[in-house]
Structure formats: C-alpha cells, structure tokens
C-alpha cells in the first residue's frame, strides 16, 4: 500500500516541463526546382542531387532518445511542375549488415527503412507518410500521432547498396498530395530505422513526452514548392472479377457449386489540389482477409477494424469519436446485410483551415437501393494546435422502415502553450419509423481537461449517454444509459530516458465512476493501473491490475432488458512479454487471471511467435487458450406461471402473453420459485442465470512468402474451438436477489467449431494495377443443446483437441477468385 501510495503521489503532483510550441521550427530545408525529372534508379547520381542541401544532423528516438545515431543519414529534396523526388544517403559503417528482408507493400518487417512524412495541407495534424526498405519494399500511409498504413498511392521508388551504406530515391507525384495552391511551406520528417542496433531515428525528432500533444505539429518545415499546378488528379480503377463457389448442397454430404463474373469501377478525381471525390460502383472486397472468430457471450455486439479500401482512405476526416470504442461512423455497416451497390465520398481542405468530407452510399440486392447512408462531416483548425468540427449522418434503411439522423459538434482546444486540452462533444440522436416500437431521441456528450505534455500526464474527464441515444445505423455504441466519471494519470519514468537496466518504462493509472443515466443506479467505481518497460536488451514487459465495483455495483445489459444484476468485486491481473525485437524471431507469452467474489475464475493465456525464416519468408503464429470456472452468468429470460400443481415453465421464452396454454411444461422440482409470490394462473418473465463453465482454444497462423516486391503469397488460417455449459441455476425476483432453482428444466450448454483459411496472391504488374488469386475455405458449426433435452447430449461433453480435430470433418465451403484491374492515369 505505501508503495502504490508512493507512486500516485508523484503521478498527481510531480512537475512537468512545459510544452514546447517552438521545438524543430529551426528544422528548415529547401526544396529545389529542376526542370527535367529525374531517372529514379536508386544512384543519386544527378548533378541535381549534389547541389540540393541535406537534411543532417538525425537524432535518436530510439532507443536513447535525444542521443546521436551510430550512423549518419541525409536526405534531399527536389521538385518539378508534377513530382517531388526524395533523395536519401543512410551511410552504414558495416554495409554488409544491412538488412534488405522482402515483404508485404506496407508490412514494416524487420530491414532497414527509410520514411518521408509530408504535411502538404501544413495543418499540423496529418501527414502523406512514404517509405521505402533496402529490399525495395514500399509503404504508405497517413500518419497522425500512429501510421495507417490502408492508403495507397501511386509512386516510384528505388535503392541501391554499395560499401558507403545504401540509397533510396522516390518520385512522389503531386497529384497523390492534397495542399493549398500558392502556400509554399509544407511540414516535413524523415524517419529511419536500423533493426540490428533497435535504433529509429527522426529528423525532426519529436519526444516521447511530447507526442500525445501533437505529433505532426513539430515536423520540419519544407520550403520553397511554389507555383506548382499539377495536372488533376484523375485515377480510373475498373476491375473484373470472376469466382467459383463450392459449399454443402440441400443434401447433406453433397456438393454444390456457383460461379459467377462480375465488373465494377473504382474513380478518383482531383478537383482542385485540395479537394478530391472518390467513387466506387459495385465494389468487390474478395481478398480482404476475413474476420476472425471468437466466443461472445456478451450483450453487446463485437465490433471488426475495417478494412476495405474505400471506406479506409480518407476515415481520418470523417470519424467522429464517443467513447474509447465509441464512433458515430462505424462503416463496417455499410454493406452489412447488403451488397453495396455504390459509393461516394469528398473529402478535402480549405484555404482558410477548414477540414471536411462528404459520404454517401447505397445498398441493396440485385441494385436496388434498400438502404441509403450519407455524411457531412466538418472541421475548422483554430491557430497551430486547435480544432472545432461537427457532423451530420442520416440513414434510411427503408427494408426495416427505420429513419436516423445523428448530428454532433465537437472541439479540441489547446492552451498553457499546448500543455492542456480542453475537449469534449455533443451528439443528438433521432430515429423513427414504423420499424420501431416507439421513436427515439436521444442526448450524449463530454467535457475533459487533461494536461498532455511532459513526463507526466493526467485527465479528468465527465461523459453521458441517455437511454435512447442509439447511434448504431451507421455509427457504432456498446451501451448507452450511463454518465461516467473518470480521472486518469501516467509518468514517463526519468523523462522516457534510459534507467537503472532500462531502455525506457512508463506507469499509469485509471479511476472510474459510473451511473446509469435514467435512473442513476450505481453502475461501479473501478480502478486500472498498469505500466510498460523495455529492458536493456530490448525485451518488453508489460503488465495491468483492474478491479471492479468495489464498493457495489449494478450491470444494466447482462438480463438483456430485464433488471439491474448486482455485479460481484473483480479482480484480474495480465502479465505479458516479449522478446528482443532486434532478432529474426521473437516470442511473447502472456497470461491473464480474473476472479470475483462470487467464486468464478477466469484464466486466459497464449503464446505469440514471429520468425523471419529467410529474407523471403515470414511466419508467425498465435495460440490461445481459456479456462472458465463457476462464473455467476445470464442464461435465459422465462417465463414462469402459478399453476395449481405448482408452476409452469413456457417451452419458449416467450413473454407470457405470446405463450398458449399448450405452450408451457410443468416443473417438476419447483423448489426456490416460492420467492416469485405469484398467485394462481398469473405468470409473469424472470431473469435466470447460472454458474456458467466454458473452455476454449484458438490457433492462428500467419506466413508472407515474397518473390519480388511486387510479387508476394499470403496465407492465413485459423482454427477456433469453443464450449461451455451452466449449473447450479437461480432465478431472479429482485435486482440484488439471486435464488437458487434447483428444478430449472432447461439446459443451455453450447459449442462453437470454426475454420477458415485464405491464400491471396497479389502481383501488382504496374503502379496502381494488381492482380488478385484468392482461395477460402471455411467449415464450422455451432451447436446448442434444445433447452427441454436430455443434458446426457451436451456439446460442452466433448473434449477440446475432439472439437478441434472434429472441425476438419465438417463440410467446407470453398471460393476462388480471380480479380483484375487496371489504373489508368492523365
């Protein structure tokens, strides 16, 4: 105790250098006009190159931040009417141990990298990242405070080794960046990365400290682009694809097949430099790799990253957030139930700041539109740091006669010399429709002051979400009805230096406080500490201690609807670590213990493994097993009836009034259902819940075999077993009762199989174009005891490796595609 004592203390008073707004502004190169391109090869030989002054003088961020690297880079920069060329020398006093590993188009492996980040819009705020390793493997992306590396661009690169190190030379064309007419300074970094020492060194390097405060913010400045007018960027993108189905016919153990060939056209059209319209009619996402399985038993859906193309680019300037999971643009439901017939979006910025996006689309089998969604989205910049945005989104999904119309305003205001944040948002919901029992409209919103600069950091932060607040058509919300409080604290240990054995370490810790909104039932205070640290020799530790409703608490979702469930005392703790990351292999185990006062135990582990098998080849695997004892869990909603011989139970659960006469069975054991106080013939619907057991395994294995940089084979596969069953079963009369109901007929005992596999070959045979052959396959099943069987039939009786290696007897569905499509370009 005096030791957690100790570290709150100097979490919640220890000083904190103020923020910097003026650190890199002296990080300054010009940009040099050529008249001719330049023949990117790799050589920087151009006369060009050597009269372009260089970008020296790189520092460390990792792993010594603020220190001097081991070896000397410098980087170039030159332009013409329609591109910029990055020129980069990393000089390299052991050449030979350069590591050019091939891979994936954005899969940062494990060789020595290059990257350019540039701020074309010079918001301060998001960057056109380019990157290039000593394979010649490209990446891009957009970067904010991380990388997203799902946009794609159309450029050219090329390196070269020789015994000084090795060269990369780019040609960015203007027409893949988005910025101001007439503005000649743009922000700038460059980043490089040596795997064999774990050192990632910036040109403008940025603290660690400082990050959270404004990544993009800090770069360098490029100067000198003026009087540019790129030729608009036009990009047509029309596919074709062609796949064959195979799956289980109508009788069983019969094969059935479907083939079908399909077209569609993805556009983009510059139509300024600042604004750029993206269509796309009739899309195909056959080789994004599909979601993984897992076992939800949950009240609240599981939400997917997205990963389709379209609706990745640009999601930076039309998100909206809410909560830490939280979003009013969740586009994964765009396509959901139907297909997606087309799609429209515009997104750009203006002269004077202003940040803004425009999506629409339709869904709709054998096109006909079912299904409309449609955004505007907005945000004005307030001097270097700030920021005020709003939103609107409306869907009509006219198959479910259901209208919705979400509109919210949000803000980020920087002051103490952006050493504090004030922000917050305010969001209105309002759904109608003859879809819906009753129309709905609800309110949410925050505030939080949260000081984001220096080693220490801390937050305090209030949000609400009323009972009817739903932005689920087109956003995404795990649970409304509820108001929280919390206040949250982190220290970066000696200022994010090295100490006493460390390479860096970091504490934190959140506290929570939470009520429902209707009512204001006590929801539970919570408390999460936890930290990180990287070892001298570069082995990561990371461990978390949480623990819940510790003076009481009530769960307003796990009945389903029904009443509160008082929620036991939990406690869990994870522990995980990895090995050196220098290394062509790493393993990193991990485990997690929870248990409550009710008795339950929950124990999770796995093992994650990476091996660079060649300069060619990558694997690496995951496997994960769980363990769940006597967790006090929902099992049913039922109906119970006072009948004459004692009580009756509906064969469904059914509300009692949808329930006949000849739709319920007597109980035979009706001890405990006494506390229901229910008279002769009244029936009435009462939450049941058990001790719930549950087991599960899941392996996944991943491998990247790479020909040539434009040329790689990625195979995926995951093998998913789960089962569980209930006992001991009570019954709910009141939200702080639970009585024992030994006589409960039913049984709700469960398994879950699951396998699915994909293989994608991607050949981009030219800038922009690919080629695309997929195989999946998939064979599962899910299986649930009938609730009035015999329990001596459970799916739960069935030992894991069974269930594993009886997945691979089930009948599997199979599809092959084939896409092609073809870039053209002004």
């Known amino acids: 105790m005096r030791l957690l004592l100790t570290v709150l203390t100097i979490l919640l008073v220890s000083p904190a250098a103020a923020a910097d707004p003026d650190l890199n502004e002296d990080r300054i190169i010009p940009a040099y006009l050529v008249s001719t391109g330049i023949r990117v090869d790799g050589l920087l030989d151009e006369d060009d190159w050597l009269q372009a002054i260089a970008a020296r003088d790189f520092v460390q961020f990792e792993p010594n931040e603020g220190e001097a690297p081991s070896q000397a880079t410098e980087v170039r920069v030159l332009y013409t009417a329609d591109a910029v060329y990055i020129g980069a020398r990393m000089f390299d006093s052991n050449p030979d141990q350069i590591s050019a590993t091939l891979g994936r188009r954005d899969d940062i492996n494990q060789a020595d990298w290059i990257f350019t980040s540039i701020d074309s819009y010079f918001d301060r705020k998001t960057a056109y990242t380019f990157g290039v390793n000593a394979a010649g493997v490209q990446m891009d992306g957009i970067t904010t405070r991380e990388t997203d590396e799902s946009w794609d661009a159309v450029w050219l690169s090329a390196v ?28 700038i970094n460059f980043r490089r990365m040596i795997p064999r020492t774990s050192e990632v060194l910036e040109w403008a390097m940025v603290p660690r400290t400082e990050r959270r405060s404004g990544y993009v913010a800090r770069f360098g400045r490029l100067q000198g682009i003026a009087d540019v007018s790129p030729a608009r960027n036009i990009q047509i993108l029309p596919y074709s694809v062609s796949r064959l189905d195979t799956f289980e016919g109508e ?49 609240f859906e599981t939400f997917f990253d997205e990963k389709r193309p379209f609706f990745v680019e640009g999601a930076q300037i039309l998100n909206f957030r809410t909560d830490f999971d939280g979003s009013l643009l969740y586009t994964r439901r765009i396509g959901a139930s139907n297909p997606i017939i087309g799609a429209t979006k515009i997104t750009g910025r203006t002269d004077g700041g202003l940040s803004f996006g425009v999506l629409g689309a339709s869904t709709g089998a054998e096109f006909d539109p079912t299904n409309l969604y449609a955004l505007v989205r907005g945000r004005q910049e307030i001097g270097r740091f700030s920021s005020v945005g709003g939103i609107v989104t409306a869907t009509d999904r006219s198959q479910d006669d259901i209208r919705a119309y979400t509109t919210g305003l949000d803000w980020d205001v920087r002051m103490g010399g952006n050493r504090y944040q004030l922000d917050g948002f305010v969001s209105v919901t309002d759904r109608s429709g003859a879809g819906l029992e009753a129309d709905q409209r609800g309110l949410a919103g925050s505030l939080g002051f949260d000081r984001i600069s220096g080693s220490v950091t801390w937050g305090n932060s209030f949000r609400f979400f009323s009972d009817e607040f739903n932005p689920n058509d087109l956003g995404r919300l795990r649970r409304n009805d509820f108001m929280r409080w919390s206040t949250s604290t982190g220290y970066q240990i000696n200022d994010g230096q090295p100490f006493r054995g460390f390479v860096r370490g970091s504490v934190r810790g959140f506290f929570w406080q939470s009520w429902s909104w209707a009512e204001r039932v006590n929801q539970g205070f919570g408390v999460n500490l936890g930290g990180n640290f990287v070892t001298a020799g570069f082995q990561r530790l990371d461990f978390r201690y949480q623990a819940e409703n510790l003076f009481g608490g009530y769960d307003l979702y796990e009945t389903r609807g029904m009443l509160p469930y008082a929620r036991p005392l939990t406690h869990s703790l994870n522990v995980s670590f990895k090995t050196d990351s220098r290394q062509e292999w790493s393993v990193g185990p991990s485990i997690n213990l929870e248990s409550d006062a009710d008795g339950g135990l929950d124990v999770r582990t796995s093992l994650e493994g990476s091996w660079n098998a060649s300069s060619r080849i990558d694997l690496s695997a995951k496997v994960g097993i769980s363990k769940s004892n006597d967790r006090t869990a929902w099992v049913s909603n039922e109906s119970f009836r006072r009948v004459v011989s004692g009580y009756g139970i509906g064969v469904t659960a059914d509300d009692p009034e949808d329930l006949g006469d000849e739709d319920w069975t007597r109980i035979v054991n009706p001890a405990g259902l006494d506390v229901l106080n229910l ?141 092609l499509n073809y870039i053209f370009l002004p």
């Open 160 to 187: 070269h080794r020789d015994e000084h190190g090795w060269t990369a030379e780019m040609r960015i064309p203007l027409t893949m960046l988005r910025f101001v007419s007439g503005a000649d300074t743009w922000g």
């Open 251 to 299: 009788t069983a153990g019969q094969r059935d097949t479907s083939s079908d060939i399909d077209v569609g056209v993805d556009l983009k059209v510059g139509i300024t430099s600042n604004i750029t319209l993206d269509a796309t009619i009739n899309p195909d996402f056959g080789q994004v790799e599909a979601d993984p399985a897992e076992l939800n038993l949950t009240a």
């Open 679 to 819: 008279a002769l013939g009244e029936a009435a619907r009462y939450s049941v819940f058990g001790q719930r057991d549950t087991r599960s395994m899941d392996i996944t294995l991943r491998s990247n075999v790479t020909f040539t940089p434009k040329l790689s084979v990625q195979l995926y596969g995951q093998l998913f077993g789960a089962r569980g069953q209930y006992d001991d079963f009570s019954i709910q009369p009141d939200r702080d009762t639970l009585s024992d109901l030994d006589g409960y007929p039913k049984g709700h005992d469960f398994s879950l199989s699951r396998f699915q596999t994909n293989v994608v070959l991607r050949w981009e045979y030219r800038p922009g174009s690919s080629l695309f052959l997929v195989w999946s396959q998939s064979r599962g099943e899910s299986l649930r005891l009938d609730p009035l069987d015999n329990l001596s039939n459970s799916p739960y009786d069935v030992g894991s490796f069974s269930q594993l290696t009886d997945t691979f007897d089930l009948f599997p569905a199979n599809a092959f595609l084939l896409k």
